[in-house]
């Protein structure tokens, strides 16, 4: 009988499931190949249950990475713009360029950071039961929360966007003198506009966070109708001075003695008085009590302590996290700037210019340093500043109040 050829393949090898018949499934548990048990973790990587998410190809992360910075620089550019609107100078595209690459690399690191701790507490939580993953999520968000968040806070609070002068005096019909001088390394820019008589007091103007000396030409223009010599220079990481980092007037103390040293070198015999806001009047009151200058002093709209103003507005929102996210936010700003802000309080070195003539003024609307801390710091001066809380007006908006000019004019002018 002639050999069937269906009954085996070609090649005389013996039939393979497949091949010809049905495959016949191997026993359970038979062979190596054999499928793992569903939900079982112990599975090998290679299998259903270990199986790993596809990686994200080149071409993907590289669209992800620059929308990612497109986003970066619309924020940052958005900002800008809007500052520059709002407080009328120029935002300039070298800054625009520094603060975005700055942004870029912080969120970027702190995105490489994010990736490690996710990673280290995925190892560290293994095998995964639900108490560990719910651990392991508490922790993460207190790292995030306590950790990332104070220091994210810090290094935008410390690192204001610049904003340089559009205009200059003249646009108020004043003639100035430009002023370059040195601080700490770094120059300054300021404007010195003299008065009619050359023997007249000098008043140093200092202005506040995100500003710059172009925003405080009015109470300059007031100060010359009144007879008086005005200079008023930009903090530095303002206006056109150099620098990046502030300390909310702590630092900037040494500005204003280095600019009140411009004035005693360049203009000797004047009487020197100052006219300071917001964190240029922390500023004023820190370098008067530590250094003895100034005859007179205004100090408009500013603090007793920043740890107050910090817990009362900017970290109120978050309720009991406000007094860790300071500490440790403090804890950021003194490797950023040496200096530790839990000793930021103008009010415990008001006392020692009480003896000199001071005058505070600060709006009673206004809700980003309550009028509350005026008041402290007259309190803390031994009831001896004349105090002038003014109705109506926000911060710093006290300026544009009936009878701003006729306060200072009175004020300065007392022998």
Not at 167 to 185: C, D, H, I, K, N
Not at 387 to 401: Q, R
Request: glycine content about 12%.
């Amino acid at each position: 009988m002639a050999a069937d050829s269906t009954s085996r393949p070609a090649g005389g090898g013996a039939m393979r499931p497949g091949e010809g018949s049905p495959a016949i499934p191997p026993p359970a548990g038979a062979g190596d190949e054999a499928a793992p048990a569903a939900g079982d973790r112990s599975a090998p990587p290679g299998g259903p249950a270990g199986a790993r998410a596809p990686r994200a190809s080149p071409r993907r992360l590289l669209l992800g990475a620059l929308a990612y910075a497109a986003i970066c620089c619309a924020v940052v550019g958005g900002r800008g713009l809007f500052l520059a609107h709002l407080i009328g100078g120029r935002y300039r595209l070298a800054s625009f360029l520094v603060e975005s690459i700055a942004l870029l690399a912080l969120l970027g690191s702190l995105r490489l950071l994010e990736s490690g701790i996710r990673w280290s507490l995925r190892r560290l939580f293994r095998p995964r039961r639900w108490w560990q993953h719910a651990l392991e999520k508490g922790i993460y968000v207190a790292v995030m929360l306590l950790g990332l968040g104070p220091f994210i806070l810090a290094t935008l609070f410390l690192h204001p966007q610049r904003i340089s002068c559009r205009g200059t005096p003249l646009q108020m019909g004043l003639a100035y003198r430009e002023v370059l001088f040195e601080s700490r390394g770094r120059t300054l820019s300021g404007w010195f506009v003299p008065a009619p008589d050359e023997s007249a007091p000098v008043v140093l103007v200092t202005h506040g966070l995100n500003a710059n000396k172009e925003n405080f030409l009015l109470p300059v223009s007031m100060l010359h109708e009144l007879g008086f010599a005005a200079f008023i220079f930009d903090m530095p990481g303002h206006g056109d001075s150099e620098g990046w980092t502030i300390t909310f007037g702590a630092l900037e103390s040494d500005d204003v003695l280095a600019a009140h040293d411009w004035i005693a070198r360049e203009l000797p015999g004047r009487r020197i008085h100052a006219l300071g806001y917001s964190m240029g009047g922390a500023a004023v009151v820190r370098a008067a009590a530590e250094h003895g200058i100034f005859d007179r002093l205004v100090i408009d709209s500013s603090f007793s302590a920043m740890e107050d103003v910090a817990l009362s507005s900017v970290l109120r929102p978050i309720g009991p996290l406000a007094r860790p996210v300071w500490t440790l936010g403090c804890f950021w700003g003194r490797l950023w700037t040496g200096f530790d802000f839990h000793q930021h309080r103008p009010g415990d070195l008001i006392a020692k210019i009480a003896q000199r003539p001071l005058l505070l003024i600060h709006g009673l609307e206004d809700h980003l340093i309550p009028s509350s801390e005026s008041v402290r710091l007259r309190e803390a001066a031994g009831g001896r500043a004349e105090l002038w809380l003014v109705e109506g007006a926000g911060h710093a908006e006290s300026i544009l109040a009936p009878g701003y000019e006729s306060r200072l004019g009175e004020f300065f002018a007392r022998p």
